[in-house]
């Protein structure tokens, strides 16, 4: 394996281009890249929101591997191409395997193939379950700083799924100058509770002393929460009483699926993309079906980035992220760039062979 400069980074045409190269970064690399660094990655996430906002982007929808045998279980492809001074175009393998955590594995494992946008050969495979958490709770710190500008800063919390994602979110809260007086805590796994109140009682990621309060039951939690942030596996709605929602809070419905078409129809909504949202049965698609319409949705987190959307303060505030491939791109495009700055990008000899047309 040898260190070499970035492919992706030549301005070569393809008639002149050099012998393609290939890296493989591990998780650990991508870890080390992005760690401490929430406050880049959210300006990142940004900035790709306003180049797709702008159409600078290809965004297909999700494509879904679904098992007659496990029908808990998923694969999804996430193919993209971003332009800007991105200039990549790549693909997310993510799986979704909810039986892993009794086993002892993460739900969620990943890869994302990064492609040279002059070429179109790949360039890089990156180890991917951290690159996605990091961009879901990178859009999350976006939406939830964006939504609230108009708005009393929340200053009391509450998680509903305490895995991964959530603790992610958590640390780019904390990273991007968020505290908490409160936290609320509910989950259907003691072991999942157990775990995050641990992490939360360390200090998190940030030394801010946070009450920490374990919620027997969605209502409570809601009801003492201005900021409610939805990270479960959950397949259908389980939260259907829009009388919880009665303060107005603040709710990011990362896991998309948690709550009733009747407590959208009562709320703000604030999607990524309404195209990649409404599909799936997700709580907007959900919603859409029932009316018949799409009047319920309010705009995008870019609308209200340009200003073309206000977020109302007499109603909760509803963000739903289908989550977009672009972000994975722009978040992997931005390790594999920092892995090669730092000397470490360990090249794949001879990874692509036989590249002469006629032998």
Not at 18 to 35: C, E
Not at 209 to 216: G, I, L, N, P, S
Request: hydrophobic content about 40%; overall charge negative; aromatic content about 8%.
């Amino acid at each position: 394996m040898t260190a070499l400069p970035s492919p992706s980074a030549r301005t070569d045409t393809p008639r002149s281009a050099p012998m393609p190269t290939f890296a493989v970064i591990s998780g650990a690399q991508v870890q080390r890249a992005l760690d401490g660094r929430e406050k880049q990655v959210v300006e990142l996430v940004e900035a790709t929101y306003r180049l797709h906002g702008a159409g600078d982007s290809v965004n297909p929808p999700s494509y879904f591997l679904r098992f007659p045998d496990r029908p808990t279980a998923r694969i999804i492809a996430l193919p993209a191409s971003i332009g800007g001074s991105l200039r990549v175009d790549g693909l997310k393998w993510i799986s979704s395997f909810p039986a892993n955590v009794t086993a002892g594995l993460p739900r969620a494992s990943a890869v994302l193939v990064l492609n040279d946008h002059d070429t179109g050969y790949p360039f890089a495979c990156l180890e991917s379950s951290i690159i996605s958490a990091t961009r879901t709770a990178a859009s999350a710190a976006l939406a939830a700083d964006w939504l609230s500008r108009n708005r009393p800063r929340p200053t009391r919390i509450g998680f509903v799924g305490t895995g991964l994602i959530a603790r992610y979110i958590h640390t780019f809260l904390a990273g991007t100058g968020w505290t908490f007086d409160t936290v609320g805590v509910h989950d259907l796994s003691a072991d999942s509770t157990a775990g995050f109140c641990g992490y939360l009682r360390q200090g998190g990621s940030h030394k801010h002393a946070e009450q920490v309060t374990v919620h027997d039951s969605p209502e409570k939690l809601i009801r003492a929460s201005d900021l409610v942030v939805f990270a479960t596996v959950a397949g259908e709605p389980h939260v259907t009483d829009p009388a919880w929602f009665a303060h107005n809070p603040l709710v990011l419905h990362v896991s998309l699926r948690d709550l009733a078409p009747e407590i959208l129809l009562a709320s703000a909504n604030i999607v990524d993309d309404v195209e990649h949202c409404l599909k799936a049965n997700t709580s907007p698609h959900l919603a859409e079906q029932l009316t018949g319409s799409r009047d319920f949705l309010d705009g995008t987190l870019h609308d209200v980035m340009t200003g073309r959307v206000t977020p109302p303060t007499d109603r909760p505030v509803i963000f739903s992220p289908f989550g977009l491939g672009v972000l994975d791109l722009a978040v992997g495009k931005y390790v594999h760039d920092e892995v090669a700055r730092t000397g470490d990008l360990r090249l794949i000899d001879d990874f692509f062979h036989d590249l002469r047309r006629y032998g």
